[in-house]
């Protein structure tokens, strides 16, 4: 049986005529009449009362046709679906970042995604950097959002966009009130820092304090930049942040910007090779948008770097 069988049925019954049908499928009647015929054998029973002048369903026929639409009606949705899908429309978009990633543009790309796309649910996965890079290979996720990724052969790297490095000080610190301030400036501070076994941006913002010319003295390691500010209110130490981070308002805590050559804190987008339709529109999307956080009158996003 196929599915023009189905069809070929309904419009007979539809039009409780063989002369309509055909003409309404633009076929002849004969070949219509045939495959009505070939129907009724593989189902094993008449489906029409056939008179010289109308067609009648049986009732074995009207319970058939019931199922029959029902069918075709199935066939059409699954259609439009895959089509929606291949298309990139519908479908589901997993992402996987870090918190302080969350705190920049991100969440304004993913809401003009949505606005674009409405029929693709997003995901959000926080976890570590490594733990991305993993649920990437096994396609747990479709997109990962990191500030230094490793170079690895089976995915795609592009930089989503570029942040500075600032310095976050306890407000009545020394530089608290200076314009900008030399990475080497801050040789004999203590340091809260992110945890550098868990952290290629960490193990980076460490290799800068040695070019700088000094090793830092860390007292303390975090998960997350955000923790960092924590401790930076507690006294614990100052902290190297990306700009993102200065967007979070603390007591006790000021952010001043690094002299420049500064270190970057540039977020990449990660992705498989040859990415599906969703992905591919997420990545059109980021790519077409300027993404701009305002807050606070400060712009986060420097430039744009797909």
Same mark, same amino acid.
């Given at each position: 049986?196929?599915?023009?069988?189905?069809?070929?049925?309904?419009?007979?019954?539809?039009?409780?005529?063989?002369?309509?049908?055909?003409?309404?499928?633009?076929?002849?009647?004969?070949?219509?009449?045939?495959?009505?015929?070939?129907?009724?054998?593989?189902?094993?029973?008449?489906?029409?009362?056939?008179?010289?002048?109308?067609?009648?369903?049986?009732?074995?026929?009207?319970?058939?046709?019931?199922?029959?639409?029902?069918?075709?009606?199935?066939?059409?949705?699954?259609?439009?679906?895959?089509?929606?899908?291949?298309?990139?429309q519908v479908g589901t978009l997993n992402i996987a970042t870090t918190g302080s990633v969350l705190l920049g543009p991100l969440s304004n790309l993913i809401a003009r995604f949505r606005d674009a796309w409405p029929g693709v649910f997003?995901?959000?996965?926080?976890?570590?950097?490594?733990?991305?890079?993993?649920?990437?290979?096994?396609?747990?996720?479709?997109? &990962?959002?990191?500030?230094? /990724?490793?170079?690895?052969?089976?995915?795609? @790297?592009?930089? *989503?966009?570029?942040?500075? #490095?600032? $310095?976050?000080?306890?407000?009545?610190?020394?530089?608290?009130?200076?314009?900008?301030?030399?990475?080497?400036?801050?040789?004999?501070?203590?340091?809260?820092?992110?945890?550098?076994?868990?952290?290629?941006?960490?193990?980076?913002?460490?290799?800068?304090?040695?070019?700088?010319?000094?090793?830092?003295?860390?007292?303390?390691?975090?998960?997350?930049?955000?923790?960092?500010?924590?401790?930076?209110?507690?006294?614990?130490?100052?902290?190297?942040?990306?700009?993102?981070? &200065?967007?979070?308002?603390? /007591?006790?805590?000021?952010?001043?910007?690094? @002299?420049?050559? *500064?270190?970057?804190?540039? #977020?990449? $987008?990660?992705?498989?090779?040859?990415?599906?339709?969703?992905?591919?529109?997420?990545?059109?999307?980021?790519?077409?948008?300027?993404?701009?956080?305002?807050?606070?009158?400060?712009?986060?996003?420097?430039?744009?770097?797909?």
């Open positions: 049986m196929e599915l023009r069988h189905l069809r070929y049925f309904v419009a007979v019954a539809d039009a409780a005529s063989f002369t309509a049908a055909a003409r309404g499928l633009n076929i002849s009647q004969p070949p219509l009449s045939q495959q009505i015929r070939d129907l009724e054998a593989e189902v094993g029973t008449r489906l029409f009362e056939r008179s010289s002048r109308n067609v009648e369903l049986t009732e074995a026929g009207a319970n058939f046709l019931e199922h029959a639409r029902m069918i075709l009606g199935q066939v059409e949705h699954a259609t439009h679906q895959a089509r929606a899908i291949g298309s990139g997003v995901r959000i996965h926080e976890m570590d950097p490594e733990a991305q890079e993993a649920a990437l290979l096994s396609h747990r996720t479709d997109l &990962s959002f990191v500030r230094k /990724p490793r170079n690895h052969p089976h995915l795609v @790297a592009h930089v *989503a966009w570029q942040e500075k #490095v600032d $310095v976050a000080l306890p407000e009545h610190h020394r530089l608290a009130n200076s314009g900008t301030i030399e990475l080497g400036d801050l040789r004999q501070e203590s340091f809260v820092f992110l945890r550098l076994a868990d952290s290629r941006f960490a193990r980076y913002l460490h290799d800068c304090c040695v070019t700088a010319g000094f090793v830092p003295d860390i007292t303390n390691e975090v998960v997350e930049s955000y923790s960092l500010t924590s401790l930076v209110a507690a006294g614990l130490g100052v902290a190297l942040v990306p700009d993102c981070i &200065s967007t979070l308002s603390r /007591p006790g805590v000021v952010y001043r910007p690094l @002299a420049d050559p *500064a270190p970057e804190a540039d #977020v990449h $987008v990660i992705s498989r090779p040859n990415p599906g339709p969703v992905v591919s529109a997420f990545l059109e999307t980021a790519q077409s948008t300027a993404v701009n956080l305002d807050s606070g009158g400060k712009n986060i996003v420097k430039r744009r770097c797909f």
